[in-house]
């Protein structure tokens, strides 16, 4: 079984948003925290934000800061990523991560597939 499964991405103009979903099936899920990456064509996977297990402390790395919010909602064993003002340079595959620590992959214990998104000019 996949520990955790993204879903929400697809095609979108530029200027647009998305919205992520990364839905865990690991015990536990609500005391991890949960950090989304992403992976551009070609590029090495990056850090985009993190959120703690409580849900209260964010944060995120320079790039998308002030465009991208991170939420979760224990009940629903879910996180969301949401995305607003996308620009071309946001296309990645879209991947979540739990139970590590802040920006370092390394560190984290189960991820997510993937999930694409694709922003045209």
């Known amino acids: 079984q996949v520990p955790l499964v993204e879903s929400g991405g697809g095609l979108v103009q530029a200027g647009g948003s998305l919205s992520l979903s990364c839905v865990a099936s690991?015990?536990?899920?609500?005391?991890?925290?949960v950090g989304w990456f992403r992976q551009a064509p070609g590029k090495e996977r990056e850090f985009v934000g993190r959120?703690?297990?409580?849900?209260?402390?964010?944060f995120y790395s320079d790039s998308v800061k002030g465009r991208f919010s991170i939420s979760r909602d224990n009940a629903k064993n879910t996180v969301y990523l949401q995305i607003n003002n996308l620009k071309t340079e946001d296309t990645a595959v879209y991947y979540c991560?739990?139970?590590?620590?802040?920006?370092?992959?390394?560190?984290?214990?189960?991820w997510g597939q993937g999930t694409q998104v694709t922003v045209s000019s």
């Open positions: 959120i703690n297990w409580t849900g209260d402390k964010t």
């Open positions: 991560a739990a139970g590590g620590d802040r920006w370092r992959q390394e560190t984290y214990i189960y």
């Open positions: 690991i015990p536990s899920f609500n005391t991890y925290g």
